[in-house]
């Protein structure tokens, strides 16, 4: 069992910053590949960012790309989604999963993963 718990979400300017932090609780984090996605009100869950296991391979949704950068560290059990340039649009609850590398070393479809954490707000205003 793994449980994720997103922080670091809030408030914020367009423009703006956040950096989104994503624990695990499980002893072979690096089994893992992890993402981040997003779902904004009357909105379908969306795809943000994933990293292989080793955080040797990223891939982001057209939509973030160039301004959102996913990370890990495996040492610490937690991947990052740094946040950049932040716009209204980007407003949403931003959710971690998590993923078995057995099957395959990423993926950005949502039943590709096993685990979810709670999510996290994130808001950019106007």
């Known amino acids: 069992q793994v449980q994720l718990v997103e922080s670091g979400g809030g408030l914020v300017q367009a423009g703006g910053s956040l950096r989104l932090s994503c624990a695990a609780s499980?002893?072979?984090?690096?089994?893992?590949?992890m993402g981040w996605f997003r779902q904004a009100p009357g909105k379908e869950r969306e795809f943000v960012a994933a990293i292989t296991w080793s955080g040797g391979s990223t891939y982001y949704a057209d939509s973030v790309k160039g301004r959102f950068t996913i990370s890990r560290d495996n040492a610490k059990n937690t991947v990052y989604l740094q946040m950049n340039s932040l716009k209204p649009e980007d407003s949403a609850v931003y959710y971690c999963a998590a993923g078995l590398s057995d099957r395959r070393p990423i993926a950005t479809m949502s039943r590709h993963y096993d685990y979810w954490g709670q999510g996290t707000q994130v808001t950019v205003s106007s």
């Open positions: 499980v002893r072979t984090f690096s089994r893992y590949f």
